[in-house]
């Protein structure tokens, strides 16, 4: 009995042993030898030679497939578009290592004109945005440098843009480039200083012309440029040095003897109406003598931070002066404190016989000395470009 137990238990281990081994080759035979692999069917579609990996939007990093540079071109446009600026810009150093040289270019242009259209398009801060990126691993890109100068541009921040241009300047290589960089230089310095002109805002056209001096030093038409501001601020002297830098260049001769004609009319124009007002020291200040109303003598603080001049009311009352009253009243800062006073109208007021008519006057009851008779303030200093020379003791006095 033993005997036929034991054959049995053998029989069903042998069959149950069969089957596995029945099972597990048929399974080896689906899936191939271990540690085979399967090469990727190569597609027959035509497209350029080289081909480079890229994440498809939405799919993790890792997950690459073999895409060709069209793929990859649609695949960075399709990005770009819904603002993907910072993903499309960090894989762009793998994809650019893939690329051919013509293939690179493209690549990149993709990304300039996609730049170019936001700036068009009224999207100025997107188009900052994505060249600002760009330009950290292109920053030598001229094309790319061109486009931002022309946002720094239509953002009316025009040193900044001239400041992009030469940048761009430095880089440009090839012909076309430099052509296209220092046209849009002379653009940009043209437009600019129209704009100024216009306004007379001489002080930003004197920090343009200056800054393009030191930019672009070799080019004489910046001091032209800075003789005509220097000479617009009635500065003939330093327009006449700036004047100086370009004797070398006989193309500007026309214009720079047309302002030499001009600064030596303006020295003549202020030989005649300059004035000289010697000045008294008191203090850390100065007295002037003035002549009122054509008649009456008076000494005055000179105060350039009084936006009104002062006379004392001793003084009127004491030399009866005739003065028109305007009804107005003003406060006044003094020694004792801030006080109210009236304002009456002067029929003149002069130095050196530099006259300013209809002048109006604070009339404060008293000073706290006996050295002067009032102050000498802004409303009759405005009137004229003036300049202090402590060296000299005298208050230099040109018509505007």
């Known amino acids: 009995m033993r005997v036929l137990v034991l054959l049995g238990c053998a029989f069903a281990l042998g069959w149950v042993l069969s089957w596995m081994y029945y099972d597990t080759s048929t399974d080896a035979a689906n899936s191939g030898p271990v540690g085979a692999t399967t090469r990727p069917s190569t597609s027959t579609a035509t497209s350029p030679s080289t081909s480079v990996e890229t994440n498809p939007p939405g799919q993790p990093r890792g997950a690459n497939e073999a895409a060709s540079p069209v793929s990859v071109f649609d695949v960075t446009a399709d990005r770009l578009r819904r603002g993907e600026f910072e993903a499309v810009m960090a894989d762009y150093p793998v994809i650019q290592r893939k ?10 242009k993709i990304i300039i004109d996609h730049a170019e259209s936001l700036r068009k398009s009224g999207q100025p801060a997107f188009a900052r945005a994505l060249l600002t990126l760009y330009l950290r691993q292109e920053y030598r890109d ?5 486009v931002m100068a022309r946002i720094y541009q239509d953002a009316n921040d025009e040193m900044q843009a001239l400041e992009v241009l030469f940048q761009a300047k430095s880089y440009a290589y090839t012909p076309e480039l430099i052509e296209r960089t220092d046209q849009a230089v002379r653009s940009l310095v043209r437009n600019y200083n129209a704009q100024l002109s216009a306004r007379k805002d001489y002080i930003a056209q004197l920090n ?4 393009l001096t030191e930019l672009e030093p070799e080019h004489t038409g910046h001091y032209i440029g800075l003789a005509e501001t220097y000479l617009a601020l009635g500065s003939g002297a330093d327009a006449r040095k700036a ?6 260049d006989s193309s500007v001769a026309d214009q720079r003897s047309d302002i030499m004609r001009r600064i030596e009319s303006q020295i003549k124009a202020d030989r005649h109406y300059a004035a000289a007002v010697s000045m008294r020291t008191f203090g ?3 007295l002037v003598d003035a ?4 008649a009456r ?3 005055l603080l000179l105060d350039t931070g009084a936006s009104l001049s002062i006379i004392s009311a001793e003084l009127l009352a004491v030399l ?3 003065n028109h009253p305007t009804g107005k009243m003003a406060w006044f800062s003094t020694a004792g404190g801030r006080i109210e006073a009236p304002v009456v109208r002067l029929d003149s007021l002069a130095l050196d016989g530099v006259v300013v008519e209809n002048i109006e006057v604070g009339v404060i009851a008293e000073f706290d000395n006996n050295q002067f008779d009032g102050l000498l303030g802004m409303n009759f200093l405005r009137h004229f470009e003036f300049f202090i020379d402590q060296n000299e003791n005298k208050l230099q006095l040109n018509p505007h």
Do not use: C, I, P, W
């Open 284 to 286: 850390n200040q100065f």
């Open 320 to 322: 009866g002066m005739a």
């Open 99 to 108: 690329l051919s040289e013509n293939d690179s270019a493209t690549y990149k």
């Open 208 to 211: 343009l012309y200056k800054r």
């Open 291 to 294: 002549v009122l109303n054509n």
């Open 297 to 299: 003598d008076a000494v």
């Open 243 to 248: 004047l100086e830098l370009t004797q070398h």
């Open 142 to 146: 001229v094309s790319a440098l061109l």
